[in-house]
């Protein structure tokens, strides 16, 4: 699907369901395949959309194709512009001490009429759920990380009594100016994998170098399944 008519979708959720969205790329499903908890919590999401070339690629090796590249850097803002427009209240949850509260004041800057509502960062862990329900949020964002993110989602949303529930990845740390972007023809062609490696090489080349490879060859023997 396109993003808008995701974004449609969004706008009609009822009030009283609780609702997830995840991102996935071929670093996400390397992990779903060898930790059956979150390939679980990745199943019972409501939206699970593709982020990066490796999953287009995938598509493409099964004769299909993605409308558009939604990462969650981005999406997540169109999200939230249209909670600005719904007066939907937000609380952000997740990076270091400091950088959720950053992403507020970046974000409200950033989207008129965003209403944040609270903010906590990703080293609390235990009351975060009761305090999302004590602000009446309509919609939290988690960015804890994979598969961090989606577990808490999966075990804590419906206690926070919020409509939406967002797995937002490092979104806070780039809201708040802590990881610079991709430049935006990177983003466009799903390249922003290649610009993080290029930034933070020995932290992330396991990932990528022999990751995406490993990822492509699972996509490619999938293709069986279709002509089955």
Excluded: K
Excluded at 170 to 182: N, T, V, W, Y
Excluded at 187 to 199: A, D, I, K, M, V
């Amino acid at each position: 699907m396109s993003g808008e008519e995701i974004l449609a979708l969004i706008a009609d959720l009822p009030s009283r369901g609780h609702s997830r969205i995840s991102f996935v790329n071929a670093d996400s499903l390397n992990l779903s395949h060898r930790l059956p908890l979150f390939r679980t919590a990745l199943t019972r999401c409501d939206f699970l959309l593709n982020d990066g070339i490796g999953v287009e690629l995938a598509a493409r090796l099964r004769g299909r194709h993605f409308p558009e590249n939604l990462n969650g850097t981005d999406f997540i803002v169109r999200v939230l512009s249209l909670a600005a427009d719904r007066e939907w209240r937000v609380f952000l949850y997740g990076g270091r001490p400091g950088v959720a509260e950053s992403a507020a004041d970046a974000l409200s800057r950033r989207i008129p009429g965003l209403t944040v509502v609270g903010t906590a960062n990703g080293y609390e862990a235990a009351e975060v759920a009761a305090e999302v329900a004590a602000a009446d949020a309509d919609l939290v964002v988690v960015g804890l990380g994979q598969p961090l993110q989606e577990l808490w989602l999966d075990a804590n949303l419906h206690l926070t009594h919020c409509t939406l529930g967002i797995g937002g990845g490092a979104f806070l740390d780039f809201s708040a100016g802590r990881i610079s972007r991709a430049p935006g023809w990177m983003n466009t062609f799903g390249l922003e994998w290649l610009f993080r490696l290029s930034r933070e090489p020995q932290r992330l080349w396991r990932r990528y170098l022999l990751g995406n490879p490993l990822f492509l060859w699972r996509a490619w023997r999938l293709r069986a399944y279709d002509n089955a």
